[in-house]
DNA sequence: TTCTTATTTAACCAGTTGGTTAAATATTAG
DNA sequence: CTAATATTTAACCAACTGGTTAAATAAGAA
């Protein structure tokens, strides 16, 4: 038997999740990956807004690399990020399952505003 | 002049995502979630299924409703935490803006496949 | 080859996290 | 009042985070 069926989610999706999460509970990482949306950027394009050594930007980098969010490609001397955003489609789809609990209420609410009394 | 001006996206709302997105970044919780989606629950109901104390699942609680993502009531001697859905949907909003790099890329690969050559 | 540029890696540090067990607190039950 | 139940809080611990500075590595420039 397999040993491993029983746990509905696998533990690597959850342990992905754990990943991308936690890359994203950090402003700075957030920043990066706005960065990013617009253009391929270098560690050093990508470090210059900061308040930091670019050490500690190379560390953001590579939690967001682990995490599978960005890619790198090497050009020259210099590193090059690209943004993989499909890869926060399942951070998105999960918190999506939550989204009808508050949705439903947004619609009960702006039901009332559109027809306050029975006057439909 | 006022001083916070610089800023586009105030601190508050940051930190805030910070620690939404930190909340999320860990299984346990995540199933917290899960749970107090079906129905409103106690600390005691909430920890039975893990393996870990219920010191550790209390703390676990605690994470989440310091991110705002439950809220607690007393109730004789015990607490009933309740889900608040809605307040995830700061961290949704947030990786909704980014979909669109990834849905541009499958809408036109699902393009491909509905017309795979000049057929239209 | 030597210098400079771009970046990573190492070593370190303070603070946080996620777990433990044990003690404290609050409330209901006898 | 005393005992049991539900939960938090405290004290502790190892591992991780997010930052630092300094040294190592890689590659283009002179």
Not at 16 to 30: C, E, G
Not at 62 to 78: D, F, M, P, T, Y
Request: hydrophobic share 40%.
């Amino acid at each position: 038997m397999s040993e491993n069926k029983s746990k509905q989610q696998p533990a690597d999706a959850d342990a992905k999740l754990d990943q991308v999460f936690m890359a994203l509970a950090d402003s700075t990482r957030r920043q990066l990956i706005h960065m990013l949306a617009q253009k391929e950027c270098s560690v050093s394009e990508l470090a210059a807004p900061f308040d930091m050594s670019l050490a500690a930007v190379s560390k953001h980098i590579k939690v967001l690399e682990s995490a599978g969010l960005i890619q790198r490609r090497k050009s020259g001397r210099s590193y090059y990020l690209l943004l993989r955003p499909e890869q926060l489609s399942g951070a998105l789809d999960w918190i999506s399952v939550y989204r009808r609990f508050w949705q439903q209420r947004l619609d009960a609410l702006s039901g009332l505003i559109e027809k306050p009394d029975q006057q439909a």
